[in-house]
């Protein structure tokens, strides 16, 4: 048994994983991570509502996916492409807000890092 080295079976893995994707080089839309091991298809509109898919990682995945539960549910008589566009505008506004929650949370870092570093210099 080797040790401290990827197995046989890791490259194929990797290989057959970013064939599915569709990429070489997969990154989460919403917080940049670019692990292809976490990295899945996400459909902002729903599943059944339209068929544009985004890469996000995992944990964004499943922050999107359950703020889609609390989208509106479309009746059986609605407009068809007026619910799909519903459903489409709600979910990109759910990856604006996941993104802006994080561009606030790396602005604040900045802004502390920044501090730290002239508390520094100021010794």
Request: net charge positive; charged share 30%; hydrophobic share 35%.
């Amino acid at each position: 048994m080797r040790k401290n080295t990827r197995s046989d079976d890791y490259e194929r893995r990797k290989q057959d994983r970013l064939h599915r994707l569709g990429t070489d080089l997969p990154r989460c839309a919403i917080c940049g991570n670019a692990d292809w091991r976490v990295i899945e298809e996400h459909h902002p509109a729903g599943r059944k509502q339209h068929k544009l898919k985004i890469h996000v990682c995992a944990n964004c995945h499943k922050i999107l996916s359950d703020n889609q539960k609390d989208h509106p549910n479309t009746e059986r008589a609605a407009d068809d492409v007026l619910a799909r566009i519903g459903n489409f505008l709600l979910g990109f506004a759910d990856m604006l807000a996941v993104i802006l929650e994080h561009l606030y949370e790396f602005g604040e870092t900045v802004i502390a890092r920044a501090n730290a570093a002239n508390a520094e210099r100021a010794k």
